[in-house]
């Protein structure tokens, strides 16, 4: 049975920081749902009622776009191994580029990886928690690397080039906001 909280407890907190994925859900006020898996050491945690995550470069930027129209956004936790549990967590959300002042202090709290384009902030609105009883039983390898290399590989001229082509609207043609 779902039950609904209004900030993270110690032992919710606990659980987001076990596992390997997460998922992203935003819309705006027409157009497409976008819903995006996210993995890597990109989220954190900074109080019950606040979670950051760091956006890494992409082949779209629809987060970005949808939070200029509707701010409001949906985390989404599953546990793949163990005691079944589906954590969401609802809030409202800003993107935070390089260059913004907040940005060296929150990209503080991560490791320095190629490609970071924004950090999205989560006020965290309600907590909820369900089941997971249907959720498969999957055995985590290892986070995949090629996400990455391709930015290195581009170095930060060419990640900015990327932007510029492919990251400065959304498939549904709304402006996303980064820097170019």
Known sequence: MAKFFDKLSTALTGFIQ???MFF???ADVDGRVNLS???LDSL???????IIWLNLTGSGNETAAHILGVNRMTLMFCSFMGNPLILRVYGSAEAVYPGD???EELKNEFPDMAGARQIFDVAIESVQTSCGYAVPLYEYVEQRSRLLESAEQKGE???KQYWAD?????????????PV
């Not at 954190?44 to 606040?50: D, E, H, K, Q």
């Not at 959304?170 to 980064?178: L, V």
């Open 101 to 103: 002042p907040e940005w």
């Open 157 to 159: 001229a060419g990640i």
């Open 44 to 50: 954190r945690v900074l109080s019950p009622n606040r």
């Open 166 to 178: 492919k990251n400065t609207e959304s498939i549904d043609g709304k402006p996303t906001g980064i």
């Open 24 to 26: 992203v859900a935003t």
């Open 18 to 20: 076990e596992q390997q």
């Open 37 to 39: 898996p996210k993995g």
